[in-house]
């Protein structure tokens, strides 16, 4: 067997290409809270309350709430309150929606990313299919003329 003809032959032991598959947030949120009637519950919620608690109208909110409570920590003329204040106030109620709508955006980027990345790779898969054909076509050829030069 000539190198080139083992290159175009198919490799024994080897698997069968299988077509690369998008994998969505979808796809997987029964293998983290499971298929059964309470884990769909659970992963509805657990949806939900991300996209209502990292919202930036959540952000929004927690700020006039945050506004509301600051006259007191003012009279209060307390170390103490402003520590607690900006630990609990400003920290928790402001900090996490933000970073929450802020990781929102970059996991939609990335899963933009993600798809188109996809799509390429389907597309650079079916020209590798298309240029084998041509590979294996013109090797057919080429075993033709050779066979026709060795009965001549």
């Known amino acids: 067997m000539s190198e080139q003809s083992a290159a175009t032959e198919p490799r024994p032991n080897r698997d069968p ?24 519950a659970n992963g509805w919620l657990a949806v939900r309350a991300t996209a209502v ?20 920590v003012i009279a209060a003329a307390s170390i103490i309150a402003w520590v607690m204040y900006a630990s609990q106030t400003v920290i928790q109620l402001l900090a996490l929606p933000l970073l929450g709508a802020g990781q929102r955006i970059i996991s939609e980027a990335q ?30 050829i080429l075993d033709l003329l050779r066979r026709s030069i060795v009965k001549t």
């Open 17 to 40: 290409h299988q077509p690369h598959r998008l994998v969505q947030a979808i796809d997987v949120r029964s293998k983290v809270h499971g298929s059964s009637a309470v884990g769909r």
């Open 111 to 140: 899963d933009a990313r993600a798809e188109t990345d996809h799509e390429t790779l389907v597309a650079l898969h079916q020209m590798s299919e298309q240029q084998i054909k041509i590979l294996n076509g013109q090797n057919e």
């Open 53 to 72: 608690l990292s919202s930036m109208w959540f952000f929004w909110i927690c700020v006039l709430l945050d506004l509301a409570a600051l006259p007191a």
